[in-house]
């Protein structure tokens, strides 16, 4: 199905509650006088797969499509993400600040995490690296010791750790500048698996998260649970959205 359809639908359909099978076809007939019944099955399929549009009973439907996830890039990312992809050019490895998270908590943290992920046979050599050319805090897989006694108290803490083989990361380009940040499927079960290090959106304030998230963007669920059980968190995960958001996850939840 060509994109503009796609788009012009989504434009067409945005603000209606709901829409019926019938005007959905009339859509697609304005475009295509000549469309069979048994194209027209494949197209809502189609559209149910990309996640465009989503059965909300039996012939009626509502638009579920929303906007990938794209945070604003601060600029102590950016002088590290230099910095790093210039002395580890080849390796794997992602970036991001939790002031992201911001964007989804109900309140507003002034705590703020750098957390630095890489290859586990660069992890210490990274270390050295930063610390030698940055004033930040910086911790090497701190313990929950090092937690609760330095980074709590840090003004600017830099975490830096490995980075789990297989985890949903992107490529982002800013300033001239090629980087490594993690998906929003990565951020949301680093949130639920590493409780002491995000202390402070644990409970209620996860909730909103989780919910927030899945409002706003579009997720690949697959990529999110399929992270979530290398983590050993899949099926906790999963209990947790249906406990709290079974309304968001009930058609993706198993």
Same mark, same amino acid.
């Given at each position: 199905?060509?994109?503009?359809?796609?788009?012009?639908?989504?434009?067409?359909?945005?603000?209606?509650?709901?829409?019926?099978?019938?005007?959905?076809?009339?859509?697609?007939?304005?475009?295509?006088?000549?469309?069979?019944?048994?194209?027209?099955?494949?197209?809502?399929?189609?559209?149910?797969?990309?996640?465009?549009?989503?059965?909300?009973?039996?012939?009626?439907?509502?638009?579920?499509?929303?906007?990938?996830?794209?945070?604003?890039?601060?600029?102590?990312?950016?002088?590290?993400?230099?910095?790093?992809?210039?002395?580890?050019?080849?390796?794997?490895?992602?970036?991001?600040?939790?002031?992201?998270?911001?964007?989804?908590?109900?309140?507003?943290?002034?705590?703020?995490?750098?957390?630095?992920?890489?290859?586990?046979?660069?992890?210490?050599?990274? @270390?050295?690296?930063?610390?030698?050319?940055?004033?930040?805090?910086? @911790?090497?897989?701190?313990?929950?010791?090092?937690?609760?006694?330095?980074?709590?108290?840090?003004?600017?803490?830099?975490?830096?750790?490995?980075?789990?083989?297989?985890?949903?990361?992107?490529?982002?380009?800013?300033?001239?500048?090629?980087?490594?940040?993690?998906?929003?499927?990565?951020?949301?079960?680093?949130?639920?698996?590493?409780?002491?290090?995000?202390?402070?959106?644990?409970?209620?304030?996860?909730?909103?998260?989780?919910?927030?998230?899945?409002?706003?963007?579009?997720?690949?669920?697959?990529?999110?649970?399929?992270?979530?059980?290398?983590?050993?968190?899949?099926?906790?995960?999963?209990?947790?959205?249906?406990?709290?958001?079974?309304?968001?996850?009930?058609?993706?939840?198993?």
């Amino acid at each position: 199905m060509p994109k503009i359809i796609e788009n012009k639908l989504i434009e067409e359909f945005k603000d209606r509650d709901t829409f019926s099978r019938e005007e959905l076809f009339d859509f697609f007939r304005y475009f295509e006088p000549d469309l069979k019944e048994g194209t027209f099955g494949w197209r809502i399929y189609d559209l149910k797969n990309k996640n465009i549009i989503k059965s909300i009973q039996r012939g009626y439907y509502i638009i579920s499509y929303r906007p990938k996830y794209k945070p604003e890039i601060s600029g102590e990312i950016l002088k590290l993400a230099k910095v790093i992809s210039e002395r580890f050019e080849d390796v794997k490895y992602c970036l991001w600040d939790t002031d992201w998270i911001n964007e989804f908590s109900q309140h507003q943290s002034g705590k703020k995490l750098i957390i630095i992920e890489i290859e586990k046979d660069f992890v210490e050599s990274l @270390y050295y690296e930063l610390k030698d050319s940055f004033r930040f805090d910086f @911790y090497l897989n701190p313990d929950e010791k090092t937690i609760d006694f330095y980074i709590s108290e840090s003004q600017s803490p830099v975490i830096i750790k490995k980075l789990i083989t297989r985890s949903p990361i992107s490529k982002s380009t800013e300033k001239r500048t090629k980087f490594y940040t993690p998906l929003l499927e990565k951020i949301l079960v680093d949130l639920f698996s590493e409780h002491k290090l995000f202390y402070f959106y644990q409970g209620v304030e996860l909730i909103h998260v989780y919910e927030n998230a899945l409002k706003s963007y579009t997720l690949n669920y697959t990529k999110l649970f399929s992270y979530a059980k290398r983590r050993d968190r899949e099926q906790d995960i999963k209990q947790f959205m249906t406990n709290n958001m079974y309304h968001l996850v009930k058609d993706v939840i198993e």
